[in-house]
């Protein structure tokens, strides 16, 4: 399972809508390590002002891998933390994921490039 969903925010959800604060609290809640890794690349990138700032730090375990690749798997969680922080996500790998400032179109273009993910491979992450 992805989340762990309140059973308040269920019923909020079988009602209809959900806002973006209450489905970011629950991502918040369910995947830490996922959320944690997220708002640190964010402040990173605002305290350098480079266009992007990316995580090249494994997991320390299989729980912290499997909530950043839930996370990062999900287009409604993305979508919900892009526009939260006003960020764009990339992901490469079983850690690397990647904070880009919205205009830094040229910089996010060569992270998600082919020839990016091949020279990104190593035989550590053929199993992540």
């Not at 909020?12 to 995947?31: M, N, P, T």
């Not at 997220?38 to 299989?62: H, M, S, W, Y």
């Not at 287009?75 to 490469?92: K, N, P, T």
Request: aromatic share 8%; proline share 7%; hydrophobic share 40%.
């Amino acid at each position: 399972m992805s989340l762990t969903v309140p059973n308040d925010l269920l019923e909020r959800a079988r009602a209809g809508e959900v806002d973006d604060e209450s489905f970011l609290a629950c991502v918040r809640d369910s995947l830490p390590y996922a959320w944690e890794t997220i708002c640190r690349l964010v402040e990173e990138r605002k305290r350098t002002g480079a266009p992007f700032a990316d995580n090249q730090v494994p997991p320390p375990d299989e729980t912290a891998r499997g909530q950043l690749l839930r996370c990062m798997a999900s287009d409604a969680m993305r979508g919900a933390i892009e526009r939260h922080f006003g960020v764009r996500l990339a992901f490469q790998n079983c850690h690397r994921v990647a904070v880009f400032d919205p205009a830094a179109t040229a910089a996010y273009a060569e992270f998600t490039s082919p020839r990016a993910q091949l020279l990104n491979q190593s035989p550590e992450l053929v199993d992540c």
